[in-house]
């Protein structure tokens, strides 16, 4: 440390220097990856350095990478319909859905309600660790402005299906296909797809292969959503497939 350099100045410095170059990671991140395949993401390697922090040698987290075009329609329509039905027109943000969600939060602490998008998601589930916290939400928010600007709608849900952790070791849906159904995602049915869908909220938790009472009635819900946005013609109609 330099003579008459406080502590704190040193301090502020070295987070400077240090958000500098996550800026430069992450904004050269957005850049690549909207052209090239995202090789893993930063919830995989969490998963990863978890297992082996247990000893688990075998756990493999990776993802087979699939273009839109090899990913059944129904895919696509299924995870808009789950988890935002507004997702190709909103800017990154559902305010609405925010809004609710804090009111929702202030009455009801034991059940927390949460709005991210489909943007949102992609964001953390790319450049950011897993868990709750106002940093983490921060530098979501603004990863998602980024994505937002750089990549198209229909490039945001190519990366979110490709990196989407869909149960214990399975990420990306090529993956939860083979596994799950024993075929490509460019065969996934509307059922099966709404079913993988189901799962998302908390994909350690419920299970595609044993799927529970509650798994099954949200992949009824989802499946009426599909129905109600109009079937496969809006993936067409808002260029996303």
């Known amino acids: 440390m330099s003579r008459g350099r406080s502590p704190l100045a040193w301090a502020k410095r070295l987070i400077i220097r240090v958000l500098l170059v996550l800026a430069v990671f992450w904004g050269g991140g957005i ?3 909207s052209v090239l395949p995202v090789p893993f993401s930063a919830v995989m390697i969490e998963r990863q350095l978890g297992a082996w922090m247990r000893g688990d040698f075998g756990y493999v987290a990776h993802s087979d990478w699939v273009g839109m075009d090899e990913i059944s329609p129904w895919m696509g329509l299924a995870v808009i319909a789950a988890e935002d039905q507004k997702f190709p027109d909103h800017w990154g943000f559902d305010v609405a859905a925010i809004e609710k969600a804090l ?8 059940r927390v309600r949460g709005a991210s998008t489909i943007s949102q998601q992609t964001a953390k589930n790319v450049f950011l660790w897993d868990g709750r916290s106002w940093l983490r939400k921060g530098l979501e928010a603004g990863l998602t402005v980024g994505i937002e600007t750089v990549w198209s709608k229909k490039r945001i849900l ?9 149960g214990e070791g399975v990420f990306g849906v090529e993956e939860a296909s083979q596994r799950y159904f024993h075929k490509p995602a460019s065969r ?3 059922s099966e797809a709404a079913l993988l869908a189901a799962v998302l909220p908390a994909p ?4 595609a292969s044993a799927p529970s009472g509650y798994v099954r009635s949200r992949q009824a819900w989802i499946l009426r959503q599909m129905r109600q946005l109009g079937g496969e013609g809006f993936m067409q109609d808002n260029k996303l497939h």
């Open 188 to 190: 996934l049915t509307m």
């Open 31 to 33: 850049v690549l990856f």
């Open 158 to 166: 190519t990366v979110y299906l490709n990196v989407a952790e869909f």
């Open 204 to 207: 350690l938790r419920y299970k």
């Open 103 to 110: 009111a929702h939060n202030e009455r009801n602490t034991s």
